[in-house]
């Protein structure tokens, strides 16, 4: 079973920084994409970014230039700096690990545990 444990949320000015970590444990056998979502209140999850295993990123195109997505493989780590932050990118933010399952011989979606980033104006 495999754990994700989130940190680095907090308030923040408009304008501000934060960097928020996600790291993976227990039984890992392989991981292959992971990322970020976040959902603010009243809306529905979205995308944030991705990042494979090679370390191609993906963005959402609200944060493109502002929010840098990267991860340590042998940490099985995956960080998300944001920058010039927004009230509009207040949400929580889950971080997920697609992990590959032996049972099923497939790749499972693992979610954090969401942690709320606030933005004020």
């Known amino acids: 079973q495999v754990q994700l444990v989130e940190s680095g949320g907090g308030l923040v000015q408009s304008g501000g920084s934060l960097r928020l970590s996600c790291a993976a444990s227990?039984?890992?056998?392989?991981?292959?994409?992971m990322g970020w979502y976040r959902q603010a209140p009243g809306k529905q999850r979205e995308l944030v970014a991705t990042?494979?295993?090679?370390?191609?990123?993906n963005y959402a195109d609200s944060v493109k230039g502002r929010f840098t997505i990267s991860r340590v493989n042998a940490k099985s780590t995956v960080y998300l700096q944001m920058n010039s932050l927004k009230p509009e990118d207040t949400a929580v933010y889950y971080c997920?690990?697609?992990?590959?399952?032996?049972?099923?011989?497939?790749?499972?979606?693992?979610w954090g545990q969401g942690t709320l980033v606030t933005v004020s104006s």
């Open positions: 227990g039984t890992i056998y392989s991981i292959n994409d």
């Open positions: 997920f690990a697609d992990n590959f399952d032996v049972d099923t011989a497939g790749y499972l979606k693992v």
């Open positions: 990042i494979s295993n090679g370390g191609r990123p």
